[in-house]
Each structure stands twice: as C-alpha cells, then as structure tokens.
Nanobody, 126 residues
Framework: QVQLTESGGGSVQAGGSLRLSCSAS????????MGWFRQVPGQEREGVAS???????MYAESLEGRFTISQDNAKKILYLEMSNLKPEDTAMYYC????????????????????WGQGSQVTVSS
C-alpha cells in the first residue's frame, strides 16, 4: 500500500501558475507509474497527466501544453507544473500510483491505478 500526499494547491487568478507536489511513502518509487487526475463536484474524475517508470509522459489533449508532469525519484515526489491557468482548471487534483512493477505505461485511465491521495484543491478565478 502506497501513501500519497498532495500539496501545493490553492487559489490563483487566471493566467497564473501553480505547482502541485505528491509525496510517496514507498522505497521503490522509481518502479511506479504515476498520474494526476482532477475532479469537479458532480463530474467524473478525469486524467490530466501521467508518467511511466521509464520517464515517458502522457497528457490530456485538452490541456494544450500548459501542464508538465515530472518526478524526483530520490525525493519520491511527483510534480505537476501548471501554467496559464484557466477557471475551467478549477478542481480537486489527485495523485495516483500503479506498481511496483518492472515495466508500466503512462495512462490517464482511473482503473489503472490502485493507490490514490486525498487530493489538493486548485481554484482559478477569472
């Protein structure tokens, strides 16, 4: 069981930037595929970005290149850099992990992930 703790959310004006962090309580962090998802109340949780255990990334097409996922294996932290934020980016953002495994692939599909954080709220005002 992996414990995931998100941080870095908050309120920002449209056009601003935020960086989310997800700390993982696991020794074999580099053997996990990781993802960021977001959810608005009343809507389904959607995949935002993912990174596999070889460093290959995947993004939701709707983001138009505004977000960047990365990870620091030594610190066991997953990041999501968000820039040019829009009001429609307002949501609870969740970190997710799948593994450990020798090889996994980036995925924006919820059922691919077995471990989830509690979420970090991001609010973008116009």
């Amino acid at each position: 069981q992996v414990q995931l703790t998100e941080s870095g959310g908050g309120s920002v004006q449209a056009g601003g930037s935020l960086r989310l962090s997800c700390s993982a309580s696991v020794d074999t962090f580099s053997r996990y595929c990781m993802g960021w998802f977001r959810q608005v109340p009343g809507q389904e949780r959607e995949g935002v970005a993912s990174i596999d255990n070889k460093g290959k990334t995947m993004y939701a097409e709707s983001l138009e290149g505004r977000f960047t996922i990365s990870q620091d294996n030594a610190k066991k932290i997953l990041y999501l850099e968000m820039s040019n934020l829009k009001p429609e980016d307002t949501a609870m953002y969740y970190c997710a992990a799948d593994g450990p495994t020798v090889r996994c692939w980036a995925s924006l599909v919820m059922v691919e992930y077995r471990n989830w954080g509690q979420g970090s709220q991001v609010t973008v005002s116009s």
